[in-house]
């Protein structure tokens, strides 16, 4: 039965990342929400996601937008019998940021805002040192979530953390109460504001972003309601990424697409979490960075040369 159910999960991930490549067909049509340009016979369109894509005018057809309340409740309730996990190897990182580039691009972040970072690392004076990723680590046990006044940050039973920022106040508590620094604040206007004007809140991606609001990772769980990898997975060219059900004991890679056992990933490669010694229960796993493919080139080496 656990085989079976693996094989329908790595099935199902299989044929989302074959569609991606699909923009011109109906699921791109139905998710677009907002006409940005027209041209001759073609037409420019903003999707849900975020992307602009451009389609022929024959194939339009009245989008099924989902209301305000529909898009927290479902938000909020989260993917049933689901348990998102996240593998970071640290040896694969080269620092390329094309994860923060297209997280970007998904949440309508300002340059200087990021939901994941890229962090020059060194353990200590001699050690080699390394690149690591932090998104937000989607604790079982989060700190954030406690201090939230207005119940506007919670976590959902699929592992995710998320922020209904139409309930926000921008009180700041939850920064506070993180031990990552996964969370920031929207101080200005939001990127492309005019883009998305009239747009409806979507809960799992949080856009359109609002200013006096927080904004953090969220496993890009709108692209996981529909069966694909977060952004920031597949956007990263050298298989540094795995992310998976845990209920299903499966990750897979976001560059190579491979599928492995989580388990067995995360053992034979002694992974660990960060600040365990807290009692957080992180979501996202290290793989420590032993024999990396790639050379650092960052600015560490050069203060203690």
């Given at each position: ?33 907002q ?17 602009l ?15 305000l ?36 691009n ?126 920031c ?31 067995k ?20 796993y ?20």
């Amino acid at each position: 039965m656990e085989n079976k159910s693996r094989r329908n999960f790595v099935k199902k991930l299989g044929v989302s990342i074959g569609a991606a490549g699909l923009v011109g067909g109906s699921s791109i049509l139905s998710s677009c929400n907002q006409v940005e340009t027209a041209s001759g016979d073609t037409i420019t369109l903003l999707t849900s996601s975020g992307n602009l894509v451009e389609v022929d005018k024959s194939q339009l057809k009245p989008a099924e937008m989902p209301s305000l309340s529909e898009n927290q409740k479902r938000g909020r309730a989260g993917l049933p019998n689901r348990k998102w996990v996240m593998v970071i190897d640290l040896s694969k990182c080269r620092n390329a940021r094309e994860c923060m580039k297209g997280c970007q691009n998904h949440h309508q972040l300002r340059p200087e805002q990021h939901h994941i970072n890229v962090l020059q690392m060194q353990d200590a004076e001699h050690t080699a040192p390394y690149y690591m990723p932090k998104p937000c680590q989607h604790c079982d046990n989060p700190p954030c979530t406690k201090v939230c006044p207005v119940n506007a940050t919670f976590k959902r039973e699929d592992g995710i953390v998320l922020i209904d920022n139409e309930r926000c106040i921008g009180c700041r508590f939850c920064i506070a109460a993180c031990p990552y620094s996964a969370r920031v604040f929207n101080w200005f206007e939001p990127r492309d504001a005019e883009k998305y004007e009239g747009v409806t809140y979507n809960i799992e991606a949080n856009v359109p972003q609002k200013k006096g609001t927080i904004t953090k990772c969220l496993f890009s769980a709108d692209r996981l309601r529909d069966g694909k990898l977060p952004t920031c997975v597949s956007s990263c060219p050298n298989g540094v990424y795995w992310f998976g059900d845990q209920n299903e004991d499966a990750v897979t890679n976001g560059t190579t697409h491979e599928t492995t056992v989580f388990s067995k990933l995360i053992k034979d490669n002694a992974a660990y979490t960060i600040m365990e010694e807290l009692g957080t229960k992180p979501r996202v796993y290290y793989l420590p960075p032993k024999d990396r493919a790639f050379p650092f080139q960052g600015e560490i080496e050069d203060n203690h040369s």
